[in-house]
């Protein structure tokens, strides 16, 4: 590949056949130019980079947010005496401190790869989305506790009105938070960040439920606040159903089927691949990676074949939304009558 052909593209490959050319034998040649390349770019990297970045700043900004509404909350707390207010407040609190196992992800997950870990620290950011789908998961149970409680042991409430106030703070704070958790999370691609988010919207459920219990109490109805917090906890489990298929299916290697569509179209569009074999993608923290073999024509040369899978990879890295490194393959088309080589021994077995 000519060095203008790299720059036109505008990425850093880093071939290791500059030190087979020092060799005249044509099995190193092959052994380098039919083996599947990785080629990073650096715009890619630097955004991925990005990305980490902005969920570091999603998490701190949402944890000061959320911190200054418990806060708040936690002094009509001592007031009122409010136990569904104590409730929210611990769900808020619970919801802050979320962001610090995903900001361990995402400090894990700028570090490079190593000899044992040679994708990386990315999945730390799986490891976190489980610990918020429990965290949720807590948070519903806790809710359902308070409200059962409550039911069963109805207590007066004082000071409605700063109670009804604390609680829309609530519901303020944390949908502000559940807003901007889940836009950042989807942009750049963080399931942990999504569900955190989700989590937060569930507090402010909650929230909601204090506010409804509050004008109730003010009616001189005690049980409204249990009732509103039991349907309250339904909801609740629908959000923790939610999240948890999301980060259940990201810790499975699940990817959106519209994506491998997206990247199989990018290939065959590239000139030279007369088909696309086995495709896979893989999330790796919130950056894809792919591994693909596309079939070219068996009378190619080596150089054409090698020059055909660059391309390839380059549409890869261009057509699928936060795609960070690409592995492709060149298998040669079998002859006509040929058994094709690249499927499994069954298939070549006589009837």
Do not use: C
Not at 157 to 182: C, D, K, T
Not at 279 to 288: S, Y
């Amino acid at each position: 590949m000519s060095d203008r052909h790299e720059h036109q593209h505008g990425h850093a490959h880093h071939h290791q056949d500059r030190r087979h050319h020092r060799h005249s034998r044509l099995p190193h040649r092959l052994a380098h130019l039919l083996t599947p390349h990785s080629h990073d770019t650096a715009d890619k990297v630097d955004s991925a980079l990005e990305s980490s970045a902005r969920g570091m700043r999603a998490l701190w900004v949402s944890l000061a947010v959320l911190g200054v509404t418990a806060l708040a909350q936690a002094v009509v707390v001592v007031a009122s005496g409010s136990v569904a207010l104590l409730g929210d407040t611990v769900h808020n609190t619970a919801d802050a401190l979320t962001a610090v196992p995903l900001g361990i992800a995402f400090v894990l997950g700028r570090r490079a790869a190593t000899r044992r870990f040679t994708y990386g620290y990315g999945r730390a950011e799986d490891l976190a989305g489980i610990v918020i789908v429990l965290t949720i998961a807590a948070s519903a149970a806790f809710a359902g506790w308070t409200a059962i409680e409550r039911l069963l042991d109805p207590r007066p409430v004082q000071h409605i009105p700063a109670v009804a106030v604390a609680a829309l703070v609530g519901f303020a704070g944390n949908e502000w938070v559940a807003r901007y958790r889940i836009r950042v999370g989807r942009s750049i691609g963080s399931a942990a960040l999504v569900a955190d988010g989700l989590h937060a919207r569930t507090d402010g459920f909650t929230s909601l439920a204090v506010l409804l219990g509050a004008g109730g109490a003010a009616l001189g109805w005690q049980l409204a606040d249990p009732i509103v917090g039991l349907a309250i906890t339904a909801a609740i489990t629908l959000v923790l159903r939610d999240a948890a298929r999301e980060v259940f299916r990201r810790v499975l290697d699940a990817v959106d089927p519209a994506l491998v569509d997206r990247a199989e179209r990018a290939l065959r569009a590239v000139p030279g691949v007369q088909e696309v074999g086995e495709l896979r993608l893989r999330w790796i923290g919130h950056r894809l990676r792919a591994e693909v073999a596309v079939v070219v024509d068996g009378e190619v040369t080596v150089r054409q074949a090698h020059a055909i899978a660059v391309e390839a990879e380059h549409a890869l890295l261009h057509a699928v939304p936060r795609l960070t490194a690409a592995l492709v393959h060149a298998d040669p088309a079998h002859a006509p009558g040929e058994a094709d080589p690249h499927l499994p021994l069954a298939h070549h077995a006589p009837a």
